[in-house]
């Protein structure tokens, strides 16, 4: 049985998107190869792949969403909005009952956290 998964999402220049990350948002680089990195903050993680900045990598980044299931979205918002973090949008209630927060990556990958 697995134990968690981690997807792996796509950046075009690696050192901008971790320091996005630990800057920002106050991830952890766990790990670090040349092309490849894993942040992590709390139960959360994320690797990212280098991809060229080619049209097909920014299509992908910016058509596909992420979600992170948190357990108290507010006190997360406030970690953020303590960075000066520049939000999609506000913690909201979604018509299926669930409450969000949409933030983007340097590459415009989309991450959607869910309580």
Same mark, same amino acid.
């Given at each position: 049985?697995? /134990? %968690?998964?981690?997807?792996?999402? #796509?950046?075009?220049? #690696?050192? =901008?998107?971790?320091? !996005?990350?630990?800057?920002?948002?106050? !991830?952890?680089?766990?790990?670090?190869?040349?092309?490849?990195?894993?942040?992590?903050?709390?139960? /959360?993680?994320?690797? *990212? $792949?280098?991809?060229? #900045?080619?049209?097909?990598?920014?299509?992908?980044?910016? %058509?596909?969403? *992420?979600?992170? =299931?948190?357990? %108290?979205?507010?006190?997360?918002?406030?970690?953020?909005?303590?960075?000066?973090?520049?939000?999609?949008?506000?913690?909201? =209630?979604? #018509? $299926?009952? @669930?409450?969000?927060?949409? /933030?983007?990556?340097?590459? @415009? %990958?989309?991450? =959607?956290?869910?309580?």
């Amino acid at each position: 049985m697995p /134990i %968690n998964s981690v997807l792996q999402l #796509p950046c075009s220049d #690696p050192e =901008r998107t971790k320091k !996005f990350f630990v800057d920002q948002l106050g !991830f952890e680089c766990k790990k670090d190869y040349t092309d490849v990195f894993v942040v992590a903050k709390d139960s /959360i993680e994320l690797s *990212y $792949w280098k991809v060229s #900045p080619s049209e097909d990598a920014v299509l992908l980044a910016r %058509n596909a969403d *992420y979600f992170v =299931r948190v357990n %108290n979205l507010t006190a997360l918002m406030q970690e953020f909005e303590a960075s000066d973090l520049d939000f999609e949008a506000k913690v909201e =209630r979604q #018509p $299926w009952g @669930g409450v969000e927060l949409h /933030i983007s990556d340097p590459d @415009g %990958n989309r991450i =959607r956290f869910v309580e």
